[in-house]
């Protein structure tokens, strides 16, 4: 697995605003949006294309074109919903799966509860939405998902991360032929014992949606 932090000043300060609880909702919407679309600029570094001729009003030249199959962009209900439009925003003919993971407070155990995703994802690269690398529980049982049904490149993009999260989904990963790589804006200090990221920013879903 790769890990890859984003060193930008603007990816900083934006992060520092929404790290702050008295950022409201709707800015904190608003930033998750712009901080996803300067992460999705490295997170597709390796995205595949295809040579394509083409006319300029000038001549002939060969450019590129995104290639088949499309990239699928997979966002982790609830919280990575509110990073769709920020990752789409420069991948506009990606195609959207969703899968629904919740987290059990008390085990922290990942488990999928809903999934709306071709059965056949061969030959595909998958971005998967997910802000809070915490355990790395969530984000390990998706990729597995993922790689089960044929996806063979995957990359993560993470608003932050916790080292234990690095951690625990390396050796959850450990042996899949698969590459990953695990874009984010900061590698946090560590998890406190309720599964926060520490400093973080809290719960992303509630910040997002405004409910706790
Ligand atoms: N999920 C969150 O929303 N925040 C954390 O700090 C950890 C998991």
Not at 78 to 92: H, I, K, V, Y
Request: aromatic letters at 4%; glycine letters at 8%; charged letters at 25%.
């Amino acid at each position: 697995m790769r890990l890859h932090v984003v060193n930008h000043p603007l990816v900083s300060h934006k992060l520092t605003v929404l790290r702050d609880e008295d950022t409201d909702s709707p800015t904190f919407r608003r930033l998750t949006d712009e901080l996803v679309t300067l992460l999705a600029y490295e997170a597709t570094r390796e995205v595949r294309v295809d040579p394509r001729p083409i006319t300029t009003p000038v001549g002939p030249t060969t450019g590129v074109y995104l290639a088949q199959p499309k990239p699928m962009v997979v966002p982790i209900l609830r919280a990575g919903l509110g990073m769709l439009d920020g990752m789409m925003r420069l991948l506009p003919t990606a195609e959207v799966g969703f899968l629904g993971m919740v987290r059990n407070e008390e085990t922290l155990e990942a488990s999928t509860y809903a999934e709306r995703l071709p059965e056949d994802l061969s030959g595909r690269q998958c971005y998967v939405l997910d802000p809070m690398l915490a355990t790395g529980g969530t984000l390990a049982a998706a990729i597995r998902f993922l790689t089960d049904r044929g996806a063979d490149d995957i990359t993560a993009i993470c608003l932050l991360a916790a080292p234990e999260g690095v951690d625990n989904l390396e050796k959850a990963l450990d042996g899949l032929e698969v590459p990953v790589t695990v874009v984010t804006a900061a590698l946090d200090e560590k998890l406190n014992d309720k599964g926060y990221i520490v400093p973080g920013l809290g719960d992303a879903g509630d910040r997002l949606y405004g409910v706790a």
